[in-house]
RNA sequence: GCCUGGGUAGCUCAGUGGUAGAGCAGCGCACUCGUAAUGCGCAGGCCGUGGGUUCAAUCCCCACCCCAGGCUCCA
């Protein structure tokens, strides 16, 4: 807050910004924790503090208002477009619009809209808000189906709010909230980014809508950086790297979401799951292993035909039984489970599994390796007493974080998810279980949001997120309680009262999935992979054939302690040589030549570093090379 | 599934109603070099699939397949 701005006062026309010099430039005031135009009068007594363009309140209104402009562009191409909604978002805003008479946009308008978006902001429309009775409105949006609706779920008294803006030749009239800026020529600094699809409402039963996406910010500098983040997110993204680096790649004739991986895909998905085993075999975990499919009596049982049928491979018959392709690994890991009795004594029991299921996405939503239709979760079933959950629920929430740390990755956020209105079990155990998943957050120290009532019908849950190095926001792992399947399977065991009890259960995965873990790395690290993570970490290069028998012997020194190298002989030049390493984002690129040869040394050049580094002891590259493998981290 | 864009050489892409081009990668020859592209040459394509229009289709039309972006962060 940037103090009182009660000069704003001043009737219902815009307040002249004149006075202090730190209040030019706002764009609206905030009164009483709502935002609204510069031109609304506060009421006696009210404080306003000015919002200005370059905070998050303030790009939202440019954007808000910049979507209008939009939508009034689109209403002067198109006479009869129908409105639909278009807010400001996180890093933009959007405007659905319904075209007449099957007109569609193509890529090629958003030039055309943007064009007439900037006469109409040059023409410095105000923005006048009006106040409408919930009588009038219908009337003043006759032709406007969507608005009209918008108005009908209105409650009764509300009074509406439309916006004007009138200029040469057209005029614009939307109903919306607000606020805005009060003019046109506050805005400007905008582009206009891609046409897409939507659905009236976001249902895919209802009118299908054209959506146009744009950005817009408080200066040209601003709106620079946002462009260039976006080249930034695509150079990094991982199905482009994965093509160049020739990791994996998802064939037509296998099908939609289904990958293979190449050597060097496979190689680092192998170390992911190694260590991931590894990491769980040291932190109490038993393993199992379960088959890729079942009878479909076990989903029967399970539930998951019931609410979870429309991302399931449809049945296969067999000898008369109805198979199915697994899409989650809890039932499998139920029946290893029950077994046999179990006693309080086998609690807790931590059952873990890199478990591969199979699951029908449609086709829309498939996004390389982040979103595939056979993946393979880290994934593990912890049963246990009630009284040992607290306890099970912090370690797992610790052992998530010291899991994705080890990555690098260190910036996170997590959701606790709670009681939905519709759910099953006791709301007794339900507070028992979201208390215990909060302690857990408080001791993990990571920051935390609480999500009331996104919990699953059948448990709260923790969504652990991370940020990656670009800024964005990833779910990865996740813990959750289960009320249900306990139950539904009759688990149980013997307590030390000699009387049958139901476990408790925790799902959880800490990559998620192996396949989009190693999503979120490539695009973290923009290909750029730890030591230990990358397919080849070392390159030797002779600097002419003379230095190749030395360069062997170099590669069998660093392969003698397990280091993973290449090399290409001296047939072109070395900058070229150099260059291919390069861009293979090899860590250790060394350079081999006569000093070398004569002193025992290598010339060493590290990614992510500007300058090589000449005449490195063969002895000191080999400790530090093997140093950042253990330490699991970027060449130092 | 639906809307928009796209499918041309291994990759990135240009192109035209008269059966196709570049750069990189590959192969060959020469160059033997100290930290991000040596030169020359060669080879490489059912222009996504099927149908239609046409004397003639990679190009125009229809259908299908595949890929990408998006599909309520409320008026």
């Known amino acids: 807050m940037r103090g009182s701005v009660g000069w704003l006062r001043g009737g219902s026309k815009m307040a002249p910004v004149t006075g202090d010099s730190r209040l030019e430039g706002a764009i609206a005031a905030l009164i009483d924790g709502s935002l609204v135009d510069l031109a609304t009068a506060p009421q006696d007594g009210e404080e306003a503090t000015p919002v200005y363009p370059d905070s998050d309140a303030g790009r939202s209104i440019l954007r808000h208002s910049t979507a209008h402009v939009m939508a009034q562009a689109v209403c002067d191409l198109w006479p009869g477009a129908r409105l639909a909604i278009g807010p400001a978002t996180d890093e933009g805003f959007y405007y659905d619009f319904d075209l007449p008479e099957g007109a569609h946009f193509t890529d090629d308008d958003l030039a055309r809209i943007e064009a007439r978006m900037r006469e109409i902001i040059s023409e410095d429309q105000p923005f006048v808000r009006e106040e409408v009775s919930r009588e009038s409105g219908p009337e003043l949006f006759s032709n406007q189906p969507y608005k009209l609706e918008i108005i009908e779920e209105l409650a009764d008294g509300e009074s509406l709010s439309v916006y004007r803006n009138d200029g040469v030749g057209s005029s614009f009239v939307d109903l919306c909230r607000g606020p805005h800026v009060r003019s046109t020529a506050a805005l400007g600094h905008f582009k206009l980014l891609k ?3 939507s659905y009236w409402r976001g249902d895919e039963h209802r009118q299908q809508l054209q959506r146009i996406y744009g950005t817009a910010f408080e200066s040209d500098q601003a709106l620079a950086n946002h462009i260039e983040m976006l080249a930034q997110a695509e150079a990094r993204d991982h199905r482009r790297l994965g093509t160049e680096l020739d990791l994996f ?11 293979v991986f190449h050597p060097k895909g496979a190689l680092i998905r192998t ?18 292993w379960t088959p890729h499919v079942t009878r479909a009596e076990l989903y029967e049982r399970s539930g998951h035909l019931g609410w979870y049928s429309d991302v399931m491979y449809p049945p296969l018959e067999m000898e008369g039984a109805e198979y199915r392709l697994k899409p989650m690994n809890c039932p499998m890991h139920i029946l290893v489970y029950a077994s046999r009795g179990r006693s309080y004594r086998d609690l807790p029991m931590r059952l873990f599994e890199l478990g591969t299921v199979y699951r029908f996405e449609r086709s829309g939503v498939l996004h390389g390796l982040a979103r595939v239709r056979g993946l393979t979760q880290d994934d593990a079933h912890i049963f246990c007493t009630p009284e040992q959950l607290p306890g099970e629920l912090e370690a797992v929430v610790a052992f998530a974080l010291e899991v994705l740390r080890t990555f690098g990755l260190t910036d996170f956020e997590a959701e606790l998810s709670t009681r939905p209105e519709k759910f099953i079990g006791e ?6 279980a979201t208390a215990a998943l909060e302690a857990a957050l408080i001791a993990s120290g990571i920051p935390y949001r609480i999500a009331e009532g996104e919990g699953a019908f059948y448990a709260p849950k923790i969504d652990i997120h991370l940020k990656d190095a670009i800024g964005r926001r990833w779910q990865v792992s996740t813990v959750q309680v289960d009320f249900q399947l306990p139950t539904r399977f009759d688990l149980s065991y013997v307590g030390a009262d000699n009387e049958r009890h139901h476990p408790h259960m925790v799902h959880r995965a800490l990559f998620g999935s192996v396949e989009r873990f190693m999503a979120i790395l490539i695009e973290h690290y923009a290909g750029a992979l730890p030591v230990w993570l990358s397919p080849v970490q070392v390159m030797v290069l002779p600097v002419k054939d003379a230095n190749q028998s030395y360069a062997g012997g170099v590669i069998e020194a660093l392969q003698a302690v397990g280091v993973r190298t290449t090399t290409i002989p ?13 861009l293979e984002k090899i860590p250790y690129i060394l350079v081999v030549g006569d000093d070398d040869m004569s002193q025992g040394t290598v010339g060493v050049n590290r990614s992510g570093h500007d300058k090589p580094e000449r005449g490195v002891s063969l002895s000191a590259l080999v400790e530090e090379v093997t140093t950042a493998v253990r330490n699991r981290c970027a060449p130092m």
């Not at 790649?249 to 990958?259: K, T, Y």
């Not at 709301?427 to 028992?432: K, Q, R």
């Not at 001296?570 to 390069?582: S, T």
């Open 271 to 288: 170390i992911l799951e190694d260590f991931s085993r590894s990491v769980h075999l040291g932190g109490g975990y038993q393993p199992v």
């Open 570 to 582: 001296a047939g072109e030049p070395l900058g070229a040589r150099i260059r291919k390493g390069k």
């Open 195 to 197: 046409v897409a699809g």
């Open 249 to 259: 790649h998802f064939p037509s004739e296998i099908g939609g979401g289904l990958p």
């Open 427 to 432: 709301v007794a155990d339900w507070d028992h």
